[in-house]
């Protein structure tokens, strides 16, 4: 059986998406599926054509201002509706990669549509917002046309139902974690008189990146904050950390490749991760298969299903009622929790995509 895989980026980007699509796309091919990825590359400079450990991928130039959206280069819509797959698997309702992959399918009948939705609800900066606004209709066809829909959280599947009323099944498969490589990471040589804070992801307004480097005030100066990760808001937190005279205690690391993440992750005292709207919060998962305790926001949409797995281990700082002080100590108690021991073993990438094969198995049963 042969599986398209349709996303904005892929490999070497990355993300949470990309991160998502690469690890189910490789188990497949393990388990014996044909699998294309068919991405956009808006830097024009990899490969149109490449295999990477069985996965075949297409790359098609896009436009993605202020990256939003990706608008795909028509090909790929005219590859999918020539392509001889079972299954079109389209990621993420905010890109129109995902639009392609729809009309790509409604060309091409015979194959089933399942989208993955990764919906926050609304889009993140001002100008994401405005475009979403025209397109939410567009979406809404997408869901109702679709042969399943997968969420990965219960409150994503709730956010769907009430905004799109879709009449396809929808699955929850939460998204994995690397755990034999996670916890085979070797700890970087660090500081032993620093306490060390750590984010991965986006830099983005509302992952509340900010709150956490003002909490460094109110925090003994041996405690660091080390950033990882790029995006639109990171001269806006450059420039905080310069005025709040914090400029050697904040460190951006940039994108990181997940070797090295995995170490940062071995080697941190504390994850912590505020933001307002996740659909879930993988990367705490993947903290405490490092056996580091987590700080989050339970505010931020799907993070209250995260910390509902792990009440003992994640602890909570509603970011919106409380301030950067009350963080500073809470950041100072949990510390001295690491390292701390979680079973997370229903979120290793062999267990998801044992759960995405057998959704694509009911799909494929659909008449």
Request: glycine share 6%; proline share 5%; hydrophobic share 40%.
């Amino acid at each position: 059986m042969r599986i398209a895989q349709v996303c904005s980026k892929y490999y070497p980007y990355f993300g949470g998406v990309q991160t998502c699509v690469r690890e189910i796309s490789e188990r497949c091919v393990q388990k014996g599926f044909e699998v294309e990825v068919l991405t956009t590359d808006p830097s024009g400079t990899l490969p149109k054509k490449d295999t990477v450990n069985g996965v075949q991928i297409l790359r098609f130039r896009s436009w993605a201002p202020n990256g939003a959206y990706y608008f795909p280069h028509p090909q790929m819509v005219s590859n999918l509706s020539k392509s001889e797959v079972g299954i079109i698997h389209a990621h993420s309702i905010h890109s129109l990669t995902t639009l392609a992959a729809y009309l790509g399918h409604n060309f091409n009948m015979k194959t089933k549509f399942i989208i993955s939705t990764y919906y926050h609800g609304k889009g993140h900066t001002k100008f994401a917002e405005i475009l979403w606004k025209p397109y939410k209709p567009v979406a809404h066809q997408i869901l109702k046309k679709a042969d399943g829909i997968i969420v990965n959280s219960k409150t994503q599947k709730v956010l769907v139902e009430r905004t799109f009323n879709p009449s396809s099944k929808i699955f929850i498969v939460y998204d994995g974690v690397n755990l034999q490589k996670i916890r085979n990471a070797k700890p970087l040589n660090s500081n032993e008189h620093h306490k060390i804070l750590l984010y991965v992801g986006r830099l983005e307004k509302y992952k509340n990146i900010q709150v956490t480097i003002s909490s460094l005030k109110y925090l003994p100066k041996n405690y660091h904050f080390y950033i990882i990760g790029g995006g639109p808001f990171k001269p806006f937190l450059k420039n905080l950390a310069h005025c709040m005279g914090l400029r050697t205690r904040v460190h951006f690391l940039g994108f990181q490749p997940d070797a090295v993440v995995y170490r940062w992750l071995k080697t941190a005292d504390v994850f912590v991760l505020l933001s307002e709207v996740e659909s879930f919060g993988m990367t705490c998962i993947e903290s405490l298969a490092a056996n580091i305790p987590v700080i989050a926001n339970d505010d931020g949409l799907g993070l209250s299903e995260t910390i509902s797995f792990y009440p003992e281990c994640i602890m909570v700082h509603r970011t919106n009622k409380e301030p950067a002080s009350e963080l500073a100590k809470l950041i100072i108690k949990v510390a001295e929790l690491k390292p701390i021991r979680a079973d997370i073993s229903n979120f290793s990438w062999d267990r998801i995509a044992e759960n995405i094969s057998n959704v694509y198995k009911q799909i494929l049963m659909k008449q």
